[in-house]
T-cell receptor
């Protein structure tokens, strides 16, 4: 199993450009999430999905869109990139259990720089 | 909004020393997870604690969940250079599994 895969690994954008960060998992997990990681701020939840066709906002959703048409894929779209979106982005999947049964499996991350 | 405060944010010690990392909140969590992250990679789960007062050991690492389920600690005995990395705590809120709240992280460096 490949686990959680993310592409691209690195990306440089100019302000105002749009792009899609790809995420795929082969573990048949219902739950998928997008986080951003900034120095000194840990991981912050952007958007998450509890299954195909169902998405919801996390802590920092502004400037990002998501959709979930299949169980395997959960792309993150930046509609008009801003320098404040410079960050490392992680996609994660889990079985979605509660009470401690929700280990997050993370992808390797996408390092995004917006100039 | 639930917050998790990790301390210290940076820690650099010599091989063989002991250390403790703290994860504190004013909120109650249904469970708390500890992750370790290597440079250029995503975090990997080390342990999950669920019951107040629970203690779990992973070789030289000891994890404890506070009695009130508001705080947790990670203690490393006889630290080794291989323990170097970013340690993150994450709390599962009472409102659901997908609302994990992460602490800021502790960047640990073990010098040979």
């Amino acid at each position: 199993n490949a686990g959680v895969t993310q592409t691209p690994k690195f990306q440089v954008l100019k302000t105002g450009q749009s792009m899609t960060l790809q995420c795929a998992q082969d573990m048949n997990h219902e739950y998928m999430s997008w986080y951003r990681q900034d120095p000194g701020m840990g991981l912050r939840l952007i958007h998450y999905s509890v299954g195909a066709g169902i998405t919801d906002q996390g802590e920092v959703p502004n400037g990002y869109n998501v959709s979930r048409s299949t169980t395997e894929d959960f792309p993150l779209r930046l509609l008009s990139a801003a320098p404040s979106q410079t960050s490392v982005y992680f996609c994660a999947s889990s079985t979605g259990g509660t009470g401690g049964y929700n280990e997050q499996f993370f992808g390797p991350g996408t390092r995004l720089t917006v100039l | 909004t639930q917050l998790l405060e990790q301390s210290p944010q940076f820690l650099s010690i010599q091989e063989g020393e002991n250390l403790t990392v703290y994860c504190n909140s004013s909120s109650v969590f249904s469970s708390l997870q500890w992750y370790r992250q290597e440079p250029g990679e995503g975090p990997v789960l080390l342990v999950t604690v669920v019951t107040g007062g629970e203690v779990k050991k992973l070789k030289r690492l000891t994890f404890q969940f506070g009695d009130a389920r508001k705080d947790s600690s990670l203690h490393i005995t006889a630290a080794q250079p291989g323990d170097t990395g970013l340690y993150l705590c994450a709390g599962e809120g009472l409102q659901g599994a997908q609302k994990l709240v992460f602490g800021q992280g502790t960047r640990l460096t073990i010098n040979p």
